[in-house]
C-alpha cells in the first residue's frame, strides 16, 4: 500500500492518544492485523452501501463482504456513485465490489447478491463486524435479531465478550440521518430503541377534508378524497403519469383555495408515493461516521460513540448524539425468554408452544440447538431429515441438559404484517435438577 494512503490512518493506528479505548495498543502490527483478520460484513449496497464499501476500503479494512438482493435502476445512479448507465439491470452487490476493488489497491470484496434471509446464520457468525446501510425496518431488525442471537450469557447474566457481534447502523431520510453503534448485551440493539422508528404518519381524513395547512393536506386531499368522487370505482396507479397530473393539478387548485404555497408535481410524487428523497451529502456524512466508527471497534483506537448520533442538514447543521439504554426484558439482546417445561414435551409439542406463547406468537418455527438442526420447516429435503425429531422430546434432543439456550425462526404478525423473526429461548426441563448433576459431574 502506498506511504501516503495509509498516512492519515497511522496517526490513529500508530500513536497513543487521551481518548483511546481500553484495549488500544498501538503500532505496525496493529495496522497489519487490521488488513488481515478483520472482517466487516456490508449490509445493503445502495445510497449507503456504496459510500460505506468505499470509506471502509480507504480505512484500511482489506477483508469485505457485501450482501444485497437489488438490481441497479437508472434512478439510482445521480447518488450510487459506483454505478454508471451501463450497469443497469446488473446486481448491485457485485458492481460495487468490482469498482471499489479496481480503485483500492489491496482490497477485497465477495459480493451476495441474494436476500439477508438466504444466509445461513453462521454466515453471520464469520464477521468481526456488521455494518448496515439499510433503508428498511424489516431488513435492520432481522439483522439485528440474527447477530443478537450469537450472544450468550453467563451464569451472572453477563454477556460473554467472545459472543458479542457489534453493528455499527447508518440510516438516511432527506437531509437528515443517524449512525449508532449496537454492541448486544452492551448496548441497546436495534429492538430496545424499536420506539425511534415511529408507524407512518397518516393525516386524519377531517383535516384534509376542512382544515389543511399544509401543502401534503391538499396533495393528500386530491389523492385520498377527490379521486374517488369523480372517478368512482377506478383505482388510483401512482405509477400512471395522467393519473399524478390530475391529482397535481386538484391539489394546486385546493392550495389556492386556501391559500397554502408549495404544491408542486414532485412533492405531488413525494406524498402519494411516500417518497423521501435520497440525498447524496447525507449518505457521504452518515456513512463517514459508521466507518470511522466501524475502525474504532476494530482498533480500539478511540472510544466509541455511546450510542446514537443523529445529523440534520435540514437548516445549516445540526449533531447530536444521545445516549440510549437499554431494555433489560428485551426479547432480542436480553437473556432470552424464559420457558420452562416437562423434560417429556416432544419437539412438536414445543413447536406449537411457540405459537401460543404471549411474548412469541411465532408460526412456523424452526428449531436449532448450538447448531444443530432440530426441525427446519424448509427446504423440503432439510424438512423430511428433521421431521423424525417432531415425535422426540425436546429434553432428548438436547442431549439431555436440564437447561440451554435454543433458536427459534419464524414468522410474527405484527399489525397484520407478516415478518422473518429470529428469538432466542431459554428453555429449562422441570423436574430435572440440574444443579446436583453438575456438581457430580465436576467430581471432588
Ligand atoms: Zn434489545
Redesign the pocket.
Given at each position: 500500500m502506498a506511504q501516503s494512503r495509509s498516512r492519515d490512518l497511522d496517526k490513529l493506528l500508530l500513536r497513543h492518544g487521551h481518548l483511546v479505548g481500553p484495549n488500544f495498543e498501538p503500532g505496525p502490527d496493529l495496522r497489519d492485523d487490521l488488513r488481515e483478520y478483520a472482517r466487516v460484513l456490508v449490509v445493503g449496497a445502495g445510497g449507503l452501501g456504496c459510500e460505506l464499501l468505499k470509506d471502509l476500503a480507504l480505512s484500511g479494512f482489506r477483508n469485505l463482504e457485501v450482501i444485497d438482493m437489488d438490481r441497479i435502476e437508472v434512478s439510482n445512479l445521480n447518488r450510487q456513485f459506483l454505478f454508471r448507465l451501463g450497469d443497469v439491470g446488473k446486481p448491485k452487490a457485485e458492481v460495487a465490489a468490482k469498482r471499489v476493488m479496481e480503485r483500492v489497491a489491496g482490497v477485497n470484496i465477495v459480493p451476495h447478491f441474494c436476500r439477508i434471509e438466504d444466509k445461513e446464520l453462521d454466515f453471520y457468525n464469520d464477521f468481526s463486524i456488521i455494518v448496515l446501510g439499510l433503508d428498511s425496518i424489516e431488513a435492520r431488525s432481522y439483522i439485528?435479531s440474527v447477530a443478537?442471537g450469537f450472544l450468550e450469557y453467563d451464569s451472572d447474566d453477563n454477556p460473554r465478550e467472545e459472543t458479542i457481534k457489534p453493528m455499527v447502523d447508518g440510516g438516511t431520510e432527506g437531509f437528515k440521518g443517524h449512525a449508532r453503534v449496537i454492541v448486544?448485551g452492551v448496548t441497546?440493539?436495534?429492538?430496545?430503541t424499536i420506539w425511534l422508528f415511529p408507524p407512518q404518519v397518516k393525516f386524519p381524513l377531517c383535516t384534509l377534508a376542512e382544515t389543511p395547512r399544509t401543502a401534503a393536506h391538499c396533495i393528500e386531499y386530491a389523492h385520498l378524497i377527490k379521486w374517488d368522487e369523480v372517478h368512482s370505482g377506478k383505482t388510483f396507479d401512482p405509477d400512471n403519469p395522467e393519473h399524478m397530473q390530475w391529482v397535481y393539478s386538484e391539489a394546486v387548485k385546493r392550495a389556492e383555495l386556501f391559500g397554502i404555497p408549495g404544491v408542486t408535481y414532485s412533492l405531488t410524487q413525494g406524498v402519494v408515493k411516500n417518497i423521501i428523497p435520497a440525498i447524496a451529502s447525507t449518505n457521504a456524512i452518515i456513512s463517514a461516521a459508521c466507518a470511522l466508527e466501524t475502525l474504532k471497534i476494530a482498533s480500539a483506537c478511540s472510544k466509541t460513540l455511546s450510542n446514537y448520533l443523529t445529523y440534520n442538514g435540514v437548516e445549516g447543521l445540526h449533531t447530536k448524539v444521545t445516549e440510549f439504554v437499554?431494555?433489560k426484558d428485551?426479547?432480542?439482546?436480553?437473556p432470552g425468554v424464559l420457558m420452562e417445561m416437562a423434560a417429556s414435551v416432544t419437539l412438536g409439542e414445543f413447536i406449537t408452544l411457540l405459537e401460543d406463547h404471549p411474548k412469541l406468537l411465532l408460526s412456523r418455527a424452526s428449531v436449532t440447538h448450538r447448531g444443530k438442526n432440530l426441525y427446519m420447516q424448509a427446504p423440503p429435503v432439510l424438512e423430511e431429515m428433521t421431521r423424525s425429531n417432531l415425535d422426540l422430546p425436546l429434553f432428548d434432543l438436547m442431549d439431555k441438559v436440564p437447561k440451554d439456550v435454543v433458536h427459534v425462526t419464524g414468522t410474527t404478525s405484527k399489525s397484520d404484517k407478516k415478518t422473518s423473526s429470529l428469538r432466542k429461548l431459554r428453555v429449562v426441563f422441570k423436574g430435572v435438577d440440574g444443579v446436583s448433576d453438575m456438581d457430580t459431574a465436576g467430581g471432588a
Open positions: 439485528n443478537c448486544p441497546p440493539c436495534f429492538e430496545c437499554k431494555d428485551c426479547l432480542v439482546c436480553g
